[in-house]
């Protein structure tokens, strides 16, 4: 079984179309996410708009059957870890429907509206790694779309400013990594589709140039 295969099981392959449903989606994730990515000045708009763009760039692809609502989910995937939890989520069931709803569910590493009564990240990822083989293959696509793209931003920012990236986050070049090859293992034990072998791509070059840097948290 593919990563994809459970998506299109019983189901004709047919092209991906947008609908006003999308344009919906992105003007709720715009008016939504104002924040920045992590120590720079981008719109965090460009990592949810680029997984986006990621996941529908599978469409045709190792028989993954990227529909619309894959698209929305990975729009709004960060809607309900960062900004209000499941309350955030219910909100989500409402205007896109419950089945966008399960996979930012399924794409969500916690639903606390407060950040103070998040589990502690390690807590947090190991769930995380935990459940997403069990999750639908649809989740898994845009789970491996939000890495890649994660990843090659964190590459293009160590060639520009080497192991002073490390410091955006709670984790170290170690743990960055670690989180990475964990998914990576549960990815590839579904089978191997271009984006998997994009990110494992990604991430050894990341693991390459960043090799005997002192990694401090």
Do not use: C
């Not at 104002?34 to 000045?41: A, D, L, N, P, V």
Request: proline fraction near 0%; charge should be negative; aromatic fraction near 6%.
């Amino acid at each position: 079984m593919t990563l994809g295969s459970e998506i299109t099981e019983g189901h004709e392959a047919g092209e991906l179309h947008l609908s006003a449903r999308f344009t919906s989606a992105v003007e709720y994730a715009r008016v939504l996410h104002i924040e920045r990515r992590k120590g720079t000045e981008i719109p965090y708009m460009a990592h949810l708009v680029g997984v986006a763009a990621l996941v529908m760039g599978e469409a045709g692809n190792a028989g993954v059957a990227v529909t619309e609502e894959m698209v929305i989910a990975a729009l709004l995937h960060d809607a309900a870890e960062d900004h209000g939890g499941a309350l955030r989520l219910r909100d989500i069931e409402h205007n896109f429907g419950a089945n966008v709803a399960r996979m930012v569910e399924g794409l969500s590493d916690s639903l606390a509206a407060d950040a103070a009564n998040k589990q502690s990240w390690k807590e947090r990822k190991q769930a995380y790694i935990h459940r997403l083989g069990d999750e639908a293959a649809e989740v898994r696509v845009i789970s491996v779309a939000d890495k890649v793209y994660n990843a090659r931003a964190i590459l293009e920012d160590y060639r520009q400013i080497g192991a002073e990236v490390w410091k955006r986050f709670k984790r170290g070049r170690d743990e960055q990594l670690w989180y990475f090859d964990q998914l990576l293992a549960v990815y590839r034990s579904f089978g191997s589709i271009r984006i998997v072998e994009e990110l494992g791509r990604v991430v050894d070059e990341l693991r390459r140039i960043s090799e005997g840097e002192s990694h401090t948290s």
